[in-house]
Each structure stands twice: as structure tokens, then as C-alpha cells.
């Protein structure tokens, strides 16, 4: 199990490596420097302020301190636009309130998700499995930002139930929740119910099913895990869109996250917290592909170390 | 067993006729009646992106003087003013409008698609066919890229270098050739044992040939399956984007740049501004998820 660990730590460290490098080359090679503005300064002045953020060394120079700065001290260097704030303090401000409602969101689409593939898949061809089928089948064209507005208008404008926007207390998580998980929810719903069809006609479940087993048992601890593979390596990329997605809900309900520190820099063009930001979500998604990647070899007996 | 005169009609127009992968394919595409629906939707939202303009009152830029400032009194659908699906918060057509936000929204569909499908294809089926230390590098970058955070990335060129449409093109299609690039490899794995590549080998074909007129037409089943469900997923891509207003620019639209702007007038009560593009937006990747389904079912050798 370690050397399997050892194993995808090695591609992970090269990869979370090509990002940065990759990031850094991109905001380097862009048309304009963080000081290009239409008042033109002084070139003294310029020189003075590219020294100062160390923008006249070579190339690899750069990159180095760069580096070295994320791996030694956590420091993203200075933000281009604010003068007075870090990379690190804009993307701490944001960060917590982006944890809470994704990790909310990941369990409710996790949870809803594998419960409602669960239930098509043990009442095959029922009014439920229906009901499941047509639901992941329409969530499917309900991505996060069509979800927000329709949410907003059905619970906020007309409803009055719930508060449109902001980041104060529970009842403004719950749209955002609901927003971000929906169409992941849908698409965990559609997996677990096909490869739950699929186990539940393998030999192991009717050998299960053969010597006596209550159905609820053969279900919860014959058929479940051999049917969340498919699930697990699913998660991953669900992991990234829902990061992806938490910049939808950010701008929508004014949440505060890293999303909108993301696009208030991308607007700005402040390339120090759109790289922050980039490698950040990077290191995230490596780290939880590791943990999907665990867990996968935990499950699947196949998988040899 | 004798057979009677019908019956051998019926055999020989079998055995004459002869029924290609193809054909097989396609009757069993039409016999899906989900992939039909998705077949009827979709020509519906490409007429309607295609003729549509025919029928419009104003064009895509017009301010309507009358309406404006008046939006939400008198900028509703209606057929008198000409405005079919209304007008905008600043008196634009809304008409015109989806009918360009759903042209943009399908050629950034298919473009972003055809380019994925074009390097994703080639550099599977190279790393594929090479095999061994090389594919073992190819498909192990494969991994690290995707693993890359790519919708940032994908915003960070469009600010750095315009937001331009053939950035948002190229970018969307560079972005998304990874699974295609697996998809193809393993296929190609398979194939290139077979005895008809042997024999081009043997007949020292060099190996560019045998790739592309060899194994890639092999994989056309495959690669359409996938390029198929790859064009709405660029097209929530673009969707997103342009949502977050970091898409398209004005005068020219997509359907999640209206999408965007309806959301942010739902307050004052303009609810047409977000739900027809939200309509067109919804049929469109119905349409397109029902057909590359249907296609799935029909042509992917792996589900049958």
C-alpha cells in the first residue's frame, strides 16, 4: 500500500510542478506587464517597480524564487493591483467560506446522489427508478449557473423564502448548496444506478442472495462496494468541475469565495492572485485525486500495489 | 429444408444486398426513439440558429427607443412590436439575439470539438501505435494535464491575450483533446495487432500512413461517439465562460452571456430576458446528450 502511495505521490508532485510552471510562462509571455496602465509612467519609475518585485531577473530566476517561495513559506508574493495586500491574504479571506459550501455541496451530491442511484437500482423498472432516470436526465442541462438564477427567481423573488445572496449564517448556504450539487448529484445518481444494475446480476450477490441473507445486508454490504467504483474515479473530476463551479456561486450569491477573488483579478489583470488562485485549485485537485486514488486501491481488490 | 420462393428472396437480398457496420449502425440509431427526439430537437435549435434571422423584426444591435427605459412594461413578448421573445434591459431584440447566441454557442460547440477531436485522435493513436517507452511518457502527460485546474487556465489566456473568439476557440478545443487521447489509444491498441496492419508493416507502409489510413479510419465509430458528447460539454464550457463575462463581447452574444444577463435582471421582473436563451440553451444540450447517447448505443462496439 505505501509503494502504491509512494507511486502516485510521484506523479503528483511533477504535475502539481508543470502547473506552476506552466501558470508562471502564461502570466510571463502575456502582452503587457502588471504596471501597464494607461497613464504612462516614468521609466524610472518602472524599472524601479520592476525591481522591486524582482521582475528584471532572468527568466528562471523568477520562476525559482517563485517557487521556492510556495514550497518554503507558502507565499504567493505580493498581489499586482493591491498594492498593500498579499496573494495569501486575499485567498485566505476567501478560502474558508469556498470550504464550507463546497464540502457541503460534495457530501449533499455524494449522499443524495448514491441513495437515489441505490433505490432505482434495487426497484429496477419501478415508478421510482422512473422518477430517478428522468431527474439525472434533466439535471444533466441544469449546470450551477443556470440552477442559480432559477433558484434566486423560484426562492427569493417569488417565494421570499430564502435571502438572495450573501454569506451571514445557514439559510444563505442553502441555495449555493443546492446550485452547486445539483448536476453532479445527477450524474453520481446515474452511475450508481447502472453499475448497481450491473452487481446486483453478478454471481457473488445471488450466492448472497442463496444462503439466506436479509436483501437489506446483501444490498448494504455484497452489492455497495464492488458498485461505488465507478462512483469513486467519477469523483475526481467531479471534484474539479465543483471548484470550478464554486466561481459561479460566488459571483451569483456574492458568497465571497476564491471564485470572486478569481475573477475580480482576472478583470483587474492581476496575474500574482489569478496563479495564486490557479495553483491553489491545482494542488487541491492533485491532492484529492491521491485521496480518490486511495481509496479506489483500498476498494478494488484488482488493483495490485 | 425447402425453402419457399419468399424466404429465398428474402436470404438472397441478405446475402446480395450485404449490411455494412454502417448501416447496422444507423438502424439501430433510428430505432431509438430517445436519440429520434434528440435528432428532432437539435434540427429545430440549428433551423431556428440558421433561418431564424429570416424571421426577425429588428436586427441583433438595434436599440428599440420606444421600450427603452420601459423594459419592464413594454419590452415583454409580444407580436405588435416585433419583439417575439422581447427585448433586452437596454432595448435590443431578444429574438435576434438568441438566434446569435445560439449560432455562437453551436460553431464554439463544434469547433472546440473538431479541434479536440483532431489532436486528441492524433496523439492517441501515435501514442498507441509507437507503444512502449514512448507511449508510457505520452500517456503519463496525458495524466499531469489533466489534472490541470483547465477552466482556469482557459481564463487566464483569455485575459492575458483577448478575449477574442479564436482564443475561446483554440482554447476550449486545447483544453479537452485528454479523454479523447485516451479513448483513442486504447482503441488503437487493439487494432494494431491486428493482421491488416501487420500487413502494411510487412509491405513497409512507414508508420504516419499506416496511422492515418490504417487505424484512424478504424476509430471513426469511436471518435464520432465521443465528438459528439464532447460538443455540449464545450458548450456548457463556453456557456460558463461567457457567464461569468470573460466569453464573447458585445455586440456579439452566446447563449450564457444572455443567460448571464437575464439572471442579472430577474429582479426587476424581465423573466423572458432569462428564459428564453434558458429554453434554447436547455433543448440544445438535450438535443445534443440524446443524440451522442443514441450514437453511443449504436456505434460503440464496447455496449453491444
Redesign the interface.
Known amino acids: 500500500m505505501l509503494s502504491y502511495i509512494l507511486k502516485r505521490l510521484a506523479?503528483?508532485i511533477?504535475?502539481l510542478l508543470?502547473?506552476i510552471v506552466?501558470?508562471f510562462l502564461?502570466?510571463h509571455?502575456?502582452?503587457g506587464g502588471p504596471f501597464t496602465s494607461e497613464r504612462e509612467l516614468p521609466p524610472q519609475v518602472l524599472a524601479n517597480l520592476n525591481a522591486k518585485y524582482g521582475l528584471d531577473d532572468p527568466l528562471w530566476k523568477q520562476i525559482g524564487s517563485y517557487m521556492w517561495g510556495i514550497v518554503s513559506d507558502f507565499d504567493f508574493g505580493p498581489s499586482f493591483v493591491y498594492k498593500d495586500r498579499s496573494v495569501n491574504e486575499i485567498i485566505a479571506q476567501g478560502f474558508p467560506i469556498t470550504l464550507t459550501y463546497g464540502l457541503l455541496s460534495f457530501a449533499v451530491a455524494v449522499i443524495v446522489g448514491v441513495s437515489l442511484g441505490v433505490a432505482a437500482a434495487v426497484r429496477h423498472n419501478s415508478l421510482l427508478d422512473y422518477v430517478a432516470v428522468g431527474v439525472s436526465?434533466g439535471a444533466?442541462?441544469?449546470?450551477n449557473?443556470?440552477m442559480?438564477?432559477?433558484l434566486?427567481?423560484v426562492f427569493t423573488?417569488w417565494l421570499g423564502w430564502l435571502p438572495?445572496g450573501g454569506w451571514q449564517g445557514p439559510e444563505y448556504w442553502i441555495m449555493p448548496v443546492i446550485a452547486l450539487s445539483t448536476s453532479f448529484m445527477a450524474s453520481i445518481a446515474r452511475i450508481t444506478r447502472s453499475s448497481m444494475l450491473e452487481v446486483l446480476t453478478s454471481n457473488h450477490i445471488r450466492t448472497a442472495r442463496a444462503k439466506g441473507l436479509p436483501e437489506r445486508r446483501v444490498i448494504l454490504r455484497h452489492a455497495l462496494k464492488p458498485a461505488m467504483l465507478p462512483v469513486i474515479s467519477y469523483l475526481g473530476p467531479a471534484f474539479?468541475a465543483m471548484?470550478?463551479g464554486s466561481?459561479?456561486v460566488d459571483?451569483?450569491f456574492s458568497t465571497g469565495g476564491i471564485g470572486k477573488a478569481?475573477?475580480d483579478s482576472?478583470?483587474n489583470?492581476d496575474?500574482a492572485v489569478?496563479?495564486g488562485?490557479?495553483i491553489l485549485?491545482?494542488a487541491l485537485?492533485?491532492f484529492f485525486?491521491l485521496v480518490v486514488d486511495i481509496l479506489y486501491g483500498w476498494i478494488d481488490p484488482k488493483i495490485r500495489y | 429444408m425447402v425453402m419457399t420462393s419468399e424466404q429465398r428472396v428474402e436470404a438472397g437480398e441478405i446475402v446480395g444486398k450485404g449490411r455494412s457496420p454502417w448501416a447496422d449502425a444507423r438502424r439501430r440509431f433510428f430505432r431509438n426513439k430517445a436519440a429520434l427526439m434528440g435528432l428532432v430537437i437539435l434540427g429545430f435549435v440549428v433551423a431556428f440558429a440558421l433561418f431564424g434571422g429570416y424571421f426577425a423584426q429588428w436586427s441583433n444591435e438595434e436599440l428599440d427607443y420606444n421600450v427603452m427605459g420601459q423594459i419592464v412594461e413594454l419590452g415583454g413578448p409580444s407580436i405588435e412590436s416585433g419583439h417575439y421573445f422581447g427585448t433586452d434591459d437596454l432595448g435590443r431584440d431578444l429574438f435576434a439575439r438568441t438566434i446569435q447566441g445560439t449560432q455562437i454557442s453551436l460553431a464554439v460547440g463544434l469547433v472546440g470539438a473538431l479541434i479536440a477531436c483532431i489532436v486528441g485522435t492524433l496523439y492517441g493513436a501515435v501514442a498507441g501505435y509507437a507503444g512502449g517507452r514512448t507511449d508510457g511518457i505520452m500517456m503519463r502527460l496525458v495524466d499531469i494535464f489533466m489534472a490541470v485546474p483547465y477552466m482556469f487556465v482557459l481564463i487566464l489566456l483569455l485575459v492575458m491575450y483577448g478575449r477574442s473568439i479564436t482564443i475561446l476557440f483554440a482554447g476550449i478545443g486545447l483544453i479537452s483533446w485528454m479523454e479523447m487521447a485516451r479513448i483513442v489509444r486504447g482503441q488503437t491498441l487493439t487494432i494494431k495487432g491486428r493482421e491488416f496492419v501487420e500487413a502494411a508493416r510487412a509491405t513497409g507502409v512507414s508508420a504516419p500512413v499506416i496511422i492515418l489510413r490504417h487505424i484512424v479510419p478504424n476509430l471513426l465509430g469511436v471518435i464520432a461517439v465521443y465528438a459528439t458528447l464532447l460538443v455540449p460539454l464545450m458548450i456548457l464550457t463556453e456557456s460558463f465562460i461567457s457567464f461569468l463575462g470573460l466569453g464573447v463581447q458585445e455586440p456579439l452574444t452566446s447563449l450564457g452571456a444572455l443567460i448571464s444577463e437575464g439572471a442579472g435582471t430577474i429582479a426587476y421582473g424581465t423573466t423572458w430576458q432569462l428564459g428564453f436563451p434558458l429554453l434554447f440553451f436547455c433543448l440544445t444540450l438535450f438535443g445534443l446528450f440524446f443524440v451522442g447517447d443514441g450514437l453511443r448505443d449504436a456505434l460503440d462496439p464496447k455496449d453491444r
Request: net charge positive; glycine share 4%.
Open positions: 506523479i503528483a511533477p504535475t508543470v502547473l506552466i501558470s502564461l502570466m509571455s502575456a502582452p436526465i444533466q442541462v441544469l449546470p449557473f443556470v442559480a438564477p432559477i434566486v427567481l423573488l438572495g474539479v471548484i470550478t466561481v459561479v459571483i451569483y478569481f475573477v482576472a478583470l489583470r496575474y489569478m496563479m488562485v490557479t485549485v491545482g485537485t492533485i485525486n
